[in-house]
Antibody, heavy 120, light 109 residues
Framework: QVQLQESGPGLVKPSETLSLTCAVS?????????WGWIRQPPGKGLEWIGS???????YYNPSLKSRVTISVDTSKNQFSLKLSSVTAADTAVYYC?????????????WGQGTLVTVSS | SYVLTQPPSVSVAPGKTARITCGGN??????VHWYQQKPGQAPVLVIY???DRPSGIPERFSGSNSGNTATLTISRVEAGDEADYYC????????????FGGGTKLTVL
């Protein structure tokens, strides 16, 4: 059974870089699928951040593109999110997810999410 | 980028039918997916490709998509269906291919 687990600091200072990792168990990340990050500010809706194909190709939400990097570490079977120059508006629950069929079209498998607060 | 519009809230009595809409320009030409999210939990896929149900999702959940509106229908609504529901599309021609609607809070009266 495939499982995803986010990890990283729960508190990040303004202007610094948010770094999260999604550990994947039960499936080899290098074998296929798109792996994505989605966030949800407190009390608000879902926002797609970006996705990475198992081969390493990426695509990002244009509104965040200048600050986002998503990468894959096949040796550790995990993928990561870096979001630079954070502000309070980046405070959110961050989810990692896997798509259904390698097309990137929808995401049936999610991690439990991790809350990241941006504050000094 | 593509915009999806959902009503902020829908209310329904137990046992009745709830319909949650998702509006978008010519959305009928795209595939729509629906997620259910209960408080403190990650979203759960309830409908994919307009009307397909993942295993484990009750038959009471159904979907349709035509013209400028996609609809998630929940029949014989139960108290446990109370949640936020999000539609999502994949726009392969866009530089913003994964788009979520703003979400609809379903309240069971």
């Amino acid at each position: 059974q495939v499982q995803l687990q986010e990890s990283g600091p729960g508190l990040v200072k303004p202007s610094e870089t948010l770094s999260l990792t999604c550990a994947v168990s039960g499936y080899s990340i290098s074998s296929g699928y798109y792996w994505g990050w989605i966030r949800q500010p407190p009390g608000k809706g879902l926002e797609w951040i970006g996705s990475i194909y198992h081969s390493g190709s990426t695509y990002y939400n244009p509104s965040l593109k200048s600050r986002v990097t998503i990468s894959v570490d096949t040796s550790k079977n995990q993928f990561s999110l870096k979001l630079s120059s954070v502000t309070a508006a980046d405070t959110a629950v961050y989810y990692c997810a896997r798509d259904a069929n390698g097309s990137g079209s929808y995401y049936p498998l999610w991690g439990q999410g991790t809350l990241v607060t941006v504050s000094s | 980028s593509y915009v999806l519009t959902q009503p902020p809230s829908v209310s329904v009595a137990p046992g009745k039918t709830a319909r949650i809409t998702c509006g978008g320009n010519n959305i009928g030409s795209k595939s729509v997916h629906w997620y259910q999210q209960k408080p403190g939990q990650a979203p759960v896929l309830v409908i994919y490709y307009d009307s397909d149900r993942p295993s484990g999702i009750p038959e009471r959940f159904s979907g349709s998509n035509s013209g400028n509106t996609a609809t998630l229908t929940i029949s014989r609504v139960e108290a446990g269906d109370e949640a936020d529901y999000y539609c999502q599309v994949w726009d392969s021609s866009s530089d913003h291919p994964v788009v979520f609607g703003g979400g609809t809070k379903l309240t069971v009266l």
